[in-house]
């Protein structure tokens, strides 16, 4: 389960600064996302949807570290706070590909269709909070710009009352990095790029 917000990381030079204060350097990605759909009425939006990521990560001097391929199939949930701003609760299926050539073929064959991709290079972040560590990410999507994304991963059902302090939390982080509440974006990355 994954309980994720995204922000709007207008001067990403700040943000930078403002996260090597406090948090922990992860690693570099570089991510490529491949997404099918398969239309389905009785889905929630109309489509199930899977996604395909090829990933490269380096570490902070740049040497490269490790490349993964990832099939991820999420049940996704986008929850609005009084004040506006959208937390993702997201139950999230993901399995390591040794190779994406059969799984596409297999997608093809059952009807599912390619629908979009994304490339985000991301900077990542850990930090430990009340609600345990958060991992924080500053990215740049192109052609949307750069974003904060932050979230909490955790095993199982989470009670609304944890989520509810997790939102809480990640709005500090949020805070924390210089960035203001306004600053927090609602819509999925799917919605910002079919609205170019």
Sequence with gaps: MEIELKAHARDREAVLQKLRSFAVFDKSVSKDDRYFKL???AAPNGHISARIRQEKSSD???????EKIFLTYKKKERRLSSGGGALEVNQEYESALD?????EALFSDIGFVPYFTKHK??????ADTPCGKAH??????????????????????VPEKEIAAMRAELEALVLKCGLA???IEEKYYSELLAAM
């Design 99 to 103: 190779n994406a050539e059969c799984l």
């Design 39 to 41: 239309e389905k009425a």
């Design 60 to 66: 902070q001097d740049g040497r490269a570290l490790e």
């Design 181 to 183: 509440l306004d600053d």
């Design 136 to 157: 924080l990410e500053l990215c740049s999507v192109p052609p949307l710009g750069d974003f904060l994304e932050i979230e909490f991963v955790t095993q199982g059902d």
């Design 121 to 126: 290079d991301a900077l990542g972040f850990y």
